[in-house]
């Protein structure tokens, strides 16, 4: 801290009045003062040389901290990110979409609806089974195949081939489709569900099951 005090001798070369004090400023430095400014100084260095900091002001414990925390945070989610989808991912997964064989072309009759059984694997989320399904295919040239989904298109009941009628029958509610699956009597809303379809060295194979 500075502060002035007056020339005593009152000549100084400010002074217009030979005699009085003059009006020049002299600073000085008190000594208390001073010892405290050189104090706060060490005292300012001495932290800095206990606590030395990076540019970004942390201090070197807190760097190492965070840094630590930052490693231990990338190893958990190095283990818990697949730990996590091995028990969410099959869960989410669609259905498999997987081509099934359901029939060897030759075991068709030309012109006559056949119910075939026929065996598939499917996921239900974490379990894996094997289930017996059923169809119905139809040629009517031997070479070119329409395979029927199993369900009544009203409320699902399982129907069946009528040959002497040349229709399918559905008992539920007596509803009647013909061979190519349109609704001929009753309550169904819609033709009979059509599978995709193609033929792969002589197997007729099944895909996903379309509402027509
Ligand atoms: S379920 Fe087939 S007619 Fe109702």
Sequence with gaps: MS???????????????????GSELVF??????????????LRDRLSVAEHPTTQAGWTRRTFLRNGLLAMVGAISAGIAVPV????????LREPDAQWVAIATIDSIPTGVPTRVEYVKRTRDAWRR????FTAWVLTKDGEEFVVYGPDC??????????????RFLCPC??????????VVSGPPPRPLDRFDVRIVNGEIEIGKLNKM
């Design 173 to 182: 509610h007596t509803g009647v489709f013909d061979i190519d699956g349109n």
């Design 129 to 132: 089974m094997t289930s017996r």
């Design 84 to 91: 996590a989808r091995y028990f969410v991912d099959p869960a």
């Design 3 to 21: 502060r002035y005090r007056q020339d005593p001798e009152g000549d100084g070369p400010g002074s217009d009045r030979p005699g009085l004090p």
């Design 153 to 166: 298109t009203h409320l699902g009941c399982a129907y069946r081939w009528e040959e002497s009628k040349q």
């Design 28 to 41: 000085s430095r008190e000594p208390a003062a001073e010892a405290e400014n050189v104090d706060r100084m």
